[in-house]
């Protein structure tokens, strides 16, 4: 369910020390609200009926080049470290729901 993949999403974020917070909707609130929050990759399963989650990163209100607003949106002007504990917190949630085992390499 998407309540398992937030729980999942914040246990990571939560050990990563990463800022978040977290929204679920009921299906009359994905209803009335959905038009809204529909602006990402994941609406493309919301209308399939799958259950799930978008990931935002407030870039938009963090850095005033987030889609050319402020100038050019180049590569010196992303946060790396942020983007990175990002990551990793999407690719843990994942391993978590899947019950997959991380690749490692090394002892």
Request: contains cysteine.
């Amino acid at each position: 369910t998407a309540r398992t993949a937030v729980d999942a999403f914040v246990a990571h974020a939560d050990e990563l020390g990463l800022p978040h917070g977290a929204l679920v909707l009921s299906d009359e609130e994905l209803a009335m609200f959905g038009p809204h929050l529909a602006r990402g990759d994941h609406a493309a399963f919301w209308d399939a009926g799958f259950p799930a989650i978008q990931v935002g990163d407030t870039g938009d209100f963090r850095n005033p080049y987030y889609h050319c607003t402020a100038g050019p949106d180049s590569p010196e002007t992303l946060d790396y470290e942020f983007l990175t504990k990002v990551a990793q917190a999407t690719v843990g949630s994942v391993v978590t729901m899947t019950g997959l085992r991380p690749y490692r390499d090394g002892p």
